[in-house]
């Protein structure tokens, strides 16, 4: 039961987002009949001496390097303008200085949170705080006040499926985390400001084997402004039939988002447009 009036919170350190993800990943196997035998849905529900917890209660953020102050991330979470200053004031009594990961449990469920300190994985329990359900996130809150849009909806407009988180996918919704754009996936071909982004594969999709494994990335400017780059650098990138090379482009809402043959659509408003 997601229940926001509460938030349980934990400051974190792993050594990449693959681990962060391997750690919280879940797998539900059934036990041999009884309750008792049934393994826990993860490594973290395992480190809370839990089995289960309601995964859409959670929600984690990972920075790739270690943060000197952690509030931007906190900022981006939900109802995080009723709990920043008390949650922020926790990190830094925590004591953890290279932490690079934020948790947040909302409502019943975890009822006996610790922290946990395990080979290349240490999560330090800051405590349970006020949550206001009613309340919007400080980045919401900040780009709503800008005119902004917190996140943006690509949608294909050829034929064909690309890939995304596993799925077979016609649209992705790009948040805070921003989005790269390849074919086959990143491997060691990225560097520090994309191998830890969401990636939408467009491999299956017609004409797509000149799209570079890398092709572009997405993300907002340090002025919340959204931007898409050419990292591909071979003339298949282009904003509104205009070609970037190893540019950068703002679009405006419909603008047609180019990468080899495949086309997007930039919708600026995915839940309509503002009044």
């Known amino acids: 039961m997601r229940d926001p009036s509460r938030v349980k919170a934990w400051v974190g350190r792993f050594p990449s987002r693959a681990c962060l993800d391997a750690y919280f990943q879940e797998v539900y196997e059934a036990g041999d009949g009884e309750e008792e035998a049934t393994p826990p849905i993860s490594a973290f529900a395992a480190g809370q001496g839990e089995r289960f917890y309601d995964h859409d209660a959670l929600e984690v953020s990972f920075s790739p390097g270690p943060a000197a102050d952690l509030r931007p ?11 920043v200053d008390a949650v922020t004031l926790a990190v830094h009594s925590s004591g953890m200085r290279d932490a690079n990961t934020l948790v947040l449990f909302f409502g019943v469920g975890l009822e006996h949170p610790r922290s946990v ?39 294909i407009q050829s034929a064909g499926h690309a890939r995304f988180q596993g799925e077979a996918v016609r649209a992705v919704v790009i948040g805070s985390r921003g989005l790269v754009i390849g074919r086959g996936g990143i491997d060691g071909d990225g560097d520090a400001a994309t191998r830890d ?14 799209v570079a494994a890398v092709q572009v990335r997405i993300y907002r400017d340090p002025f919340d402004q959204w931007v898409v780059e050419d990292l591909g650098r071979n003339g298949l990138t282009s904003i509104g039939g205009t070609v970037l090379r190893g540019e950068r482009s703002m679009p405006w809402h419909e603008d047609r988002l180019g990468v080899g043959a495949v086309t997007f659509r930039w919708n600026s408003f995915p839940d309509g447009e503002p009044e």
């Open 73 to 83: 991330l906190l900022e981006a979470h939900s109802f995080s303008t009723s709990y």
């Open 117 to 155: 300190s395990e080979e290349g994985v240490a999560l330090d329990y800051l405590g349970a705080f006020d949550c206001d359900p009613a309340a919007e996130s400080v980045e919401a809150r900040r780009l709503r006040e800008a005119g902004i849009p917190a996140t943006v909806r690509l949608e």
């Open 197 to 210: 982004v969401p990636y939408l594969d467009v491999a299956a999709l017609a004409d797509a084997d000149a």
